[in-house]
């Protein structure tokens, strides 16, 4: 599966729509990512089920803002429409490949039940 340009316009319909997107936050001047892309693209023939999509900060600068990206690349996934992880620096593939079977072993309903503990803790 080929890589989906993820703009303000489509971000959340391709996240709702999808059990889980790995997103690339890139810039076409940034070093880094030109190495990641590649790795990137790779993956997502290999996980045809999932979706991969790339944000272009330069183009998307407001996307990228709502996220507080500040460095680049950064790695985000996303499962049930919930960031389960988020990394700036290039990943290897073999890192990447470990990454995203971590993602899919998430037992969902464990994350959402952890995550309502943090938000509890933080507004006590």
Known sequence: MTTVDLTLENFDEVVSSNAT??????????GPCRVF????EAASEQHPGIVFG???????FDLAGSFGIQS?????ILRDQLIVY???????????DEL?????ELDMAEVRQEMGAHRAEQSA
């Open 37 to 40: 892309g590649p790795i990137f």
């Open 54 to 60: 790339k944000v272009d900060t330069e183009a998307q």
């Open 21 to 30: 997107v790995l997103v690339d936050f890139w810039a076409s001047w940034c």
């Open 86 to 96: 988020s990394q700036p620096g290039a990943v290897p593939a073999e890192s990447l």
């Open 72 to 76: 680049i690349p950064t790695l985000m």
């Open 100 to 104: 995203i079977a971590r993602a899919a």
